[in-house]
């Protein structure tokens, strides 16, 4: 696996890599939640696989989406690490609960979007 540019959200991964994915919450996160390819995941690892037929032609990804859901008004915080079998350089996300600012509501959550290019 690869990094994009140096970006952690955009990865390179061959086809068939086992990519894992950790999250690491503190203990004001109430919740995590995956979706893989726009369907409820589970977490864990995952095989990239490249579409059959590919659907467009010339662009072969996948998508994962982390959403982190934080139990309070602050303090809310977690480390995301995507990792592949093939080796090469882990993304690591780091997602923190913005301050509550009077007079707004608090932080609910936050959501990071990868983009899997096979």
Do not use: H
């Not at 939640?33 to 032609?57: D, E, H, I, V």
């Amino acid at each position: 696996m690869q990094l994009i540019n140096e970006n952690p959200t955009k990865l390179k991964c061959a086809d068939g890599e086992v990519i894992t994915v950790k999250v690491e919450p503190n203990d004001r996160v109430a919740a995590v939640r995956y979706a893989l390819n726009a369907q409820t995941w589970g977490g864990g690892s995952f095989t990239a696989k490249k579409a059959n037929p590919p659907k467009p032609p010339n662009i072969q990804t996948m998508s994962l989406v982390v959403g982190v859901i934080y139990a309070g008004e602050s303090g809310g915080a977690a480390k995301i690490t995507i990792t592949g079998s093939g080796g090469g350089t882990p993304s690591i996300v780091q997602v923190a609960q913005a301050p509550k600012i009077e007079g707004l509501e608090e932080e609910a959550s936050d959501i990071v979007n990868y983009r899997i290019f096979i």
